[in-house]
């Protein structure tokens, strides 16, 4: 597994190389995000994670991930932030970002989210590699929603999805009727068990309904259970 270390501050940089590489993993720095886009748009497939630091010099983080899924690079992106505001959290997800870890951060946690998003995009390359099973279809407001490839499909455009996206569109629908909580989310789709701002769920929900909803504003399929979570109905 290859992952790309996008960091400037050598000290950390160099700790992460160190640590990843020893457990494994073919890791590369680069120092900025010019040198980081540069490396990715080389060769779109070459890593299977991205650790992006949101305090770069040049082009930060946030325009970095950005960049990526315009560019059509879907690999996960583990964003690095200085706060862990909510300001920031909604800023890295609404970027392109799939995960996010505050500084100063746990190695222990650090590495179980690397290992948490290879889980989630080995589920994706082998649900790719079998035949399509009927729920990696799924049809809703003259839409279809494609899980192995990431994608929402209608007559007017195609939404391409985020590993973290699909894989909690898929949890809601597979609960279809049932109400999910914000913690089940946490610990059952995104497999984090350590504290995190739930409120960083509800963005994301946000994003679905807009992808999915004919009016975002007024949900009838992604709906939210008041104080506890939220329930995808038909």
Do not use: C
């Not at 082009?59 to 932030?81: H, N, S």
């Amino acid at each position: 597994m290859r992952i790309l270390v996008v960091e400037d501050e050598a000290s950390i940089a160099e700790g992460l190389r160190f640590n990843l590489t020893a457990e494994g993993y073919e890791t590369t720095v680069a120092p900025d995000g010019e040198t980081a886009l540069s490396l990715l748009l080389t060769d779109q497939s070459q890593f299977d994670v991205v650790v992006l630091d949101v305090m770069l010099p040049g082009i930060d983080g946030f325009k970095v991930a950005q960049k990526m899924r315009q560019e059509g690079i879907y690999a996960p992106v583990l964003m690095l932030t200085a706060r862990g505001s909510a300001e920031d959290v909604l800023h890295g997800f609404e970027s392109g970002a799939d995960d996010y870890l505050p500084k100063p951060f746990d190695l222990a946690i650090f590495l179980a989210r690397i290992r948490g998003l290879l889980r989630r995009r080995e589920w994706l390359k082998n649900e790719r590699q079998t035949e399509k099973t009927p729920d990696a279809m799924f049809d809703i407001n003259g839409k279809t929603i494609d899980f192995p490839n990431l994608e929402i499909r209608s007559d007017s455009e195609t939404v391409r999805l985020t590993l973290m996206e699909a894989k909690l569109l898929r949890h809601l629908i597979e609960k279809i009727g049932q109400t999910v909580s914000r913690k089940e989310i946490l610990e059952d789709v995104w497999e984090l068990h350590e504290d995190t701002d739930t409120r960083a769920i509800d963005n994301f929900i946000v994003r679905l309904r807009r992808y999915l909803e004919n009016d975002p504003t007024r949900p009838e399929h992604l709906l939210t259970v008041r104080g506890i979570g939220y329930r995808f109905v038909l």
